[in-house]
């Protein structure tokens, strides 16, 4: 199983970007997907999750900014960022909690398991 990010990139404020992660391999189910953030220096945060059932939860900072979508699938994530501020400078990484997998051995089992992705870099600066 592995994350693959993509979509990062330099903007001005106040511009959008859309960031996405798309899971892959003999996975069965994900039950939560999600972004964090890690800024230089500082420690990773929070930003957005979204259950399989499609639930959403953000992070403070980003409410009303930032929406978190999944597609019908439900292995890839997406996280829309509008109306960005330099605030928002940070690699930005995918998470994706409960992947239910089948580990084909032998013998054949399911496996459940967390992972992140290799993160993208989101740069704000005029």
């Known amino acids: 199983v592995q994350l693959v990010e993509s979509g990062g990139g330099l903007v001005q404020p106040g511009g959008s970007l859309r960031l996405s992660c798309a899971a892959t391999?003999?996975?069965?189910?994900?039950?939560?997907m999600g972004w964090y953030r890690q800024a230089s220096g500082e420690q990773r945060e929070y930003v957005a999750a979204?259950?399989?059932?499609?639930?959403?939860n953000y992070a403070d900072s980003v409410k009303g900014r930032f929406t978190i979508s999944r597609d019908n699938a439900k292995t890839t994530v997406y996280l829309q960022m509008n109306s960005l501020k330099p605030g928002d400078t940070a690699v930005y990484y995918c998470?994706?909690?409960?992947?239910?997998?089948?580990?084909?051995?032998?013998?054949?089992?399911?496996?459940?398991?967390?992972?992140w992705g290799q993160g993208t870099q989101v740069t704000v600066s005029s």
């Open positions: 391999g003999p996975i069965l189910s994900i039950d939560v």
């Open positions: 998470n994706a909690t409960g992947v239910k997998y089948a580990d084909y051995g032998p013998p054949p089992v399911y496996r459940t398991d967390d992972y």
């Open positions: 979204i259950t399989s059932g499609g639930s959403t």
